[in-house]
């Protein structure tokens, strides 16, 4: 009798399943059921797979309807929020910082700890209706009272924010700097810095101007996004190589990316399905007839995750995606104290190659 075959392993680091955003705070919310979700693990052979969810009942439907391996993570909005801990298909949380489930109605975004009482709410002027909405700022002390929570070896799921802002709160050293204090739990950053796209496109050939203009000039807002998404990635591989804690999600491919992933063996590539744009673009409501299925699934869109490997592999080599499947099931399985003494030995290591290459200058 033969045995059963085995699924070679494909990891998707970045799956959504429930409430989904469309883009930008505030905007129209998409909602994907969890055998929706499953379609997509189905159709493209997902052994395993990161999924974000908003409500326990979404991620046991996708768990239900698919073989593939999920590790759920809760999106967090409050710090009094119940975990869902001990449930099926439970391994953590996900935080946001520009986009989450929190009302606008409740929170004031100065004040994000503060509930606003019934009689506040009911003054509050809405210009977005019910959809408002704002994520967290990751170094207010109320997300270190969330983390405070979890159970050692928890994932904690982190959207990190490519933009070129002082006043952002989503860069990869605020999630090296929470992986440092709280290095019991399991950090993944989303996105390796930032999600890409045009904000981290290679500016045109254009002569850089010269006379002041007032206003947010184009050269300005294309060179330093692209200046900035490039200095997130490498930091972002940096970070991710001087701790035992934290792991980085592709999603989405850029070229520049793919360089600074080079530098790593602590990334995995990711989809972020069904997140992007929704079909057609900016329906509205939860439009069931413009969800993506699986008649769209061999389409060549951001959200593929054979595309997304696929491009990866041209840029970084044939084992470099498959390295990464592995080192996330590695990553997510084993015990908090083994990722530990391999990060020893890899600080060991470098020292001595250090120490080797001090030497070798000399002479």
């Known amino acids: 009798m033969r045995g059963k075959k085995h699924k070679p392993l494909k990891f998707d680091a970045h799956l959504n399943v429930g409430k989904v955003y469309q883009g930008k705070t505030g905007s129209v919310e998409m909602f994907y059921t969890g055998k929706e979700i499953a379609d997509y693990c189905n159709y ?32 967090i909005v409050d710090n009094d929020q119940e975990l869902d801990c001990g449930k099926e298909g439970w391994h953590g949380i996900k ?50 009272e969330i983390l405070d929570r979890l159970p050692k070896g928890s994932l904690v799921y982190m959207h990190s924010q490519g933009w070129p802002s002082i006043t952002n709160r989503a860069r990869p050293e605020h999630l090296f700097m929470l992986a440092t204090e709280f290095y019991n739990l399991k950090f993944i950053m989303g996105h390796a810095g930032g999600y890409g796209g045009m904000v981290a496109a290679l500016p045109g050939p254009h002569v850089p101007p010269t006379t002041r203009e007032k206003g947010n ?21 940096h970070y991710a190589n001087s701790v035992h804690n934290l792991f980085l999600d592709s999603s989405c491919y850029t070229p520049d990316k793919a360089i600074a992933l080079r530098d790593t063996d602590k990334w995995c590539v990711g989809s972020d399905y069904p997140f992007g744009v929704n079909k057609p673009r900016n329906s509205e409501g939860n439009d069931e007839s413009n969800h993506w299925g699986v008649e769209d699934f061999h389409k ?11 491009l990866f592999t041209e840029a970084m080599g044939e084992d470099a995606v498959q390295e990464g499947f592995q080192s996330l099931l590695d990553y997510c399985e084993k015990p908090m104290e083994v990722l530990a003494q391999e990060q020893f030995e890899k600080i060991k290591n470098l020292k001595a190659h250090v120490k080797a290459e001090k030497v070798r200058y000399k002479k």
């Open 300 to 310: 060549p869109y951001v959200w593929n995750i054979d595309k997304q490997s696929k």
């Open 217 to 237: 000039h184009l050269y300005t807002r294309s060179i330093r996004n692209y200046v900035d998404s490039v200095a997130t990635f490498k930091a972002s591989a």
């Open 95 to 144: 935080l946001h910082s520009h986009r989450g489930y929190r009302d606008g109605r409740k929170y004031d975004v100065k004040h994000p700890k503060r509930k606003r009482s019934e009689k506040e709410q009911s003054k509050v002027k809405m210009d977005m209706g019910e959809l408002r909405s704002f994520g967290m700022d990751y170094a207010d002390n109320y997300v270190k």
């Open 44 to 75: 493209f052979n997902l052994t395993h797979a990161v999924c974000i969810y908003d409500e326990h009942e979404n991620l046991k439907e996708l768990i239900d309807n698919t073989s593939t391996k999920i590790y759920g993570v809760q999106w």
